[in-house]
């Protein structure tokens, strides 16, 4: 008998048959936040918000002391870093002065640099519509952090109340489901947000170092991108290159770029991977490149940022809705785990 | 056996009452301010006879405190026919699996009559370890004691199936 057998974090099922209904997850997670996006942008931001507030407040240690005191150094930070970039945001990502393009190159050189300039004021734009949707205003931080506090503050009396109404045959997978789903978004969502924050913030302080013209909009970028499995970096990474100030300096801001991204790539997996690996899902990298390039497909640059981790979000969601057995708890093959 | 089974077709669980765990033997070495703490995770669950509590093999995310009928733990075997282990008595613990970390109930559990169970899910241990951890190391030692009890019962009658056969020349 295995009584004592670790349950693992994410059950060894076979997966080719589960392609369908990841994506109906997916598109079950995707959808309302979709429409909440195109209906309502203050209450999508709200949400948002509160989503994951909430993640990160069930990670916070459950002694009640040392959990009001990190709950309230969150909040602290959190208002600080909003009051701090609130005014300066806009003017980090706004568009590159005209003529800044190096108008007197002719031949190739002025071929590239129009197409480094049409793509870099694509991605400006983009940058600017992404951050006026998800930048929050000071009173929906607020009032998501309100509502995340006052979630966690009611998640025990909340969780007896779901517990004890569950029938006697789904007490266990209510039960599960209950554990499961905050702890595994929970980690989730801590985990990627100081990947996303570590990764942003050095490969912004790279490439202002590099002299690229907007390095705010490329560590944006590296942040979006730093939740989608190994490809993501190296997309963000690349679509950098469009920030370089003309074809003239791009050789040698190219190099300098390759630099910065190892020393990111290596400071992500000498900080975090060893603590954080375990709350990734397993996903091949052959199948994140293409839910990532489906994704950009669909939506483009956006849909690339969002396709692995909404995938990575319905696979959790997946594995809190159903049971382990012993069977699965079997060590897996090393590639089951991947890391970037 | 007793029967308090006023609604057994009632499933979801009902708030549980002190006078209900006072005669647990789990709970003997908490104090009354540690049974009131305890009281506030715990509901009251129906089974009716045959029906599971819970599965070999299942998760274990839940312990069990019989307060009435009985209950009979079970383990899968090689011939078809479960072996029955233990018949669960008013007043025992089932399922502590769920208190010794990430880990599956090593056998089935299911009501040989009408039973009620006081359930404590898994959650509430961790909170109150992190909490509370006096009430939490008094209730592992009332487990530990009623598993110590059970293994000394299963050691004796073992031990005088042994002493049987040896006299019958069966084991020299």
New interface residues.
């Given amino acids: 008998m295995k009584t004592a057998m670790p349950i693992p974090t994410v059950p060894a099922r076979e997966e080719s048959g589960h392609v369908l209904a990841l994506a109906l997850i997916a598109a079950g997670i995707l959808l309302p936040l979709l429409i909440c996006a195109l209906a309502a942008p203050p209450l999508f931001r709200l949400l948002l918000f509160t989503l994951w507030l909430n993640g990160l407040a069930s990670t916070l240690p459950p002694q009640p002391g040392r959990r009001l005191c990190l709950g309230a150094l969150l909040v602290l930070l959190l208002l600080t870093l909003h009051q701090l970039f609130a005014p300066l945001l806009p003017g980090l990502i706004a568009s590159a002065p005209p003529g800044s393009a190096a108008p007197a190159l002719h031949g190739d050189a002025a071929l590239i640099s129009r197409h480094l300039a049409a793509g870099r004021s694509e991605l400006l734009r983009f940058a600017r519509q992404l951050t006026a949707l998800l930048w929050p205003s000071t009173a929906t931080l607020a009032l998501a952090l309100l509502l995340a506090g006052l979630l966690t503050a009611l998640r025990p009396p909340l969780h007896r109340e779901l517990l004890r109404l569950a029938p006697n045959r789904a007490l266990t997978r209510r039960a599960w489901l209950l554990r499961e789903l905050p702890d595994r978004f929970g980690r989730w969502i801590r985990d990627e947000s100081l990947r996303s924050l570590l990764m942003g913030g050095l490969w912004a302080l790279g490439t202002w170092l590099l002299g690229y013209s907007h390095p705010a909009a490329a560590g944006l970028f590296m942040a979006l991108a730093a939740p989608t499995p190994f490809w993501g970096p190296l997309f963000a990474a690349g679509l950098s290159l469009f920030f370089a100030l003309d074809p003239g300096h791009l050789p040698l801001q190219a190099g300098g770029a390759a630099i910065v991204f190892a020393v990111t790539w290596l400071a992500a997996h000498l900080l975090l991977t060893p603590r954080l690996a375990l709350s990734r899902p397993p996903l091949s990298r052959g199948w994140t490149l293409l839910w990532a390039l489906a994704g950009y497909l669909c939506a483009g640059v956006g849909g690339f940022f969002i396709a692995a981790p909404l995938i990575a979000a319905a696979r959790h969601a997946d594995g809190a809705l159903h049971l382990p057995t012993p069977r699965s708890c079997e060590p897996t093959s090393p590639q089951s785990v991947q890391f970037s | 056996m007793e029967r308090t089974n006023n609604k057994p077709e009632k499933?979801?669980?009902?708030?549980c009452r002190p006078e209900e765990i006072e005669y647990l033997h789990a709970l003997n070495r908490l104090t009354p301010a540690g049974r009131k703490r305890l009281l506030?995770?715990l509901?009251v669950?129906t089974?009716a006879a045959d029906?599971p509590?819970?599965r070999?093999?299942?998760?274990?995310?839940?312990l069990f405190f019989l307060l009435s009928g009985s209950l009979a733990l079970e383990?899968d075997s090689r011939t078809g026919r479960p072996d029955r282990l233990k018949i669960v008595a008013p007043g025992q613990a089932c399922g502590s699996?769920a208190l010794?970390?990430?880990?599956?109930?090593?056998?089935s559990c299911l009501a040989l009559e009408p039973s009620r169970v006081a359930?404590l899910?898994?959650?509430?241990f961790?909170?109150l370890?992190?909490?509370q951890p006096a009430i939490a190391a008094a209730l592992l030692q009332g487990l530990l004691e009623e598993t110590l009890d059970d293994w000394r019962q299963a050691l004796r009658t073992y031990s005088g199936l042994t002493d049987h056969l040896t006299r019958a020349n069966i084991i020299v």
């Fill in positions: 499933e979801a669980g009902q708030p506030t995770w509901h669950r089974y029906e509590l819970f070999q093999g299942e998760p274990a995310l839940c383990a699996a010794a970390g990430d880990a599956f109930y090593g056998e359930v899910p898994q959650t509430a961790h909170q370890l992190a909490g």
